[in-house]
């Protein structure tokens, strides 16, 4: 009987004992897997992480190219910019220099009729310049209305026209004298006119420059000139020694 009771309450024993064990395993099948389960939800976020990092840096990245390609734009831009502007202050101060040229050029030659020349010691102006090829009563026309008219007319040749050109020329210290024979005309064709016989211009009742060398005092009044009916560019000009003259007409 106590033998029977012995078994029974060693089979209880070992009974509880292997629930106990069974438990226990289980348990520590469950840590188990809980803590795989936490070591795989940790990779998970971790590689979450580094993919989020990952894809920050490359948008940090791509976002530092894109701005300093902007910055490599915007200092082209600039130095094309400062480029520009340098060609076109060069361009500028170039046309400047070419327009000063122009306007010194101007005033040595005095283009405009009325202007003082000064050049060798002379003062020269050119006061007014008739172009026909038939003059008749050319005193009336220019307004020499107090002088009597003739019957007098002068016709310049043939493919030929008469070129008037009334001066004041005055001596102001100069050593050289005006001899008619240097004072040339010439045209756009490079084609040369002398002073013409030219005393007619008293018949039409103007006033003749005098036909002798100069060389003092203050002298007035009309040359002419015979030149090609087409000419054009016409220069008036005489080479002092000192210096030359010039005059576009």
């Known amino acids: 009987m106590k ?46 992480t580094d993919s989020t990092e990952a894809e920050d840096t490359s948008e940090d990245s791509a976002s530092t190219d894109s701005a300093e390609e902007d910055s490599a734009e915007a200092d082209d831009t600039v130095a094309e910019a400062e480029s520009t502007g340098e060609d076109s202050a060069d361009s500028d101060s170039t046309e400047a220099a070419g327009s000063s040229a122009g306007t010194a050029a ?26 026909n090829s038939s003059l008749e009563n050319v005193s009336v026309e220019l ?6 008219t003739s019957d007098y007319k002068k016709e310049a040749d043939a493919g030929k026209t008469f070129c008037m050109i009334k001066l004041k020329i005055e001596k102001d210290g100069s050593k050289e004298t005006l001899d008619w024979a240097n004072l040339k005309l010439t045209d756009s064709e490079g084609n040369e006119y002398s002073r013409m016989d030219d005393e007619f211009i008293s018949e039409l009742g103007m006033t003749r420059m005098a036909g002798t060398t100069l060389n003092f005092g203050s002298n007035e009044g009309w040359i002419a000139f015979e030149i090609d009916e087409n ?14 003259y010039h005059c576009a007409l």
């Open 106 to 131: 101007q005033t040595a030659n005095s283009d405009a009729y009325g202007e003082v020349v000064s050049v060798a010691g002379w003062n020269i102006i050119v006061e007014d310049v008739e172009i």
């Open 3 to 48: 033998k029977k009771v012995l078994l029974q309450v060693m089979g209880a024993v070992l009974v509880a004992g292997l629930m106990a064990g069974c438990g226990g395993t289980n348990d520590t099948k469950k840590e188990e897997n809980t803590k795989t389960e936490a070591a795989a939800d940790k990779a998970d976020a971790k590689e979450e």
């Open 231 to 244: 000419a054009e560019g016409l220069e008036l000009s005489y080479p002092f020694e000192a210096e030359e």
């Open 143 to 148: 307004g020499y209305t107090g002088v009597e």
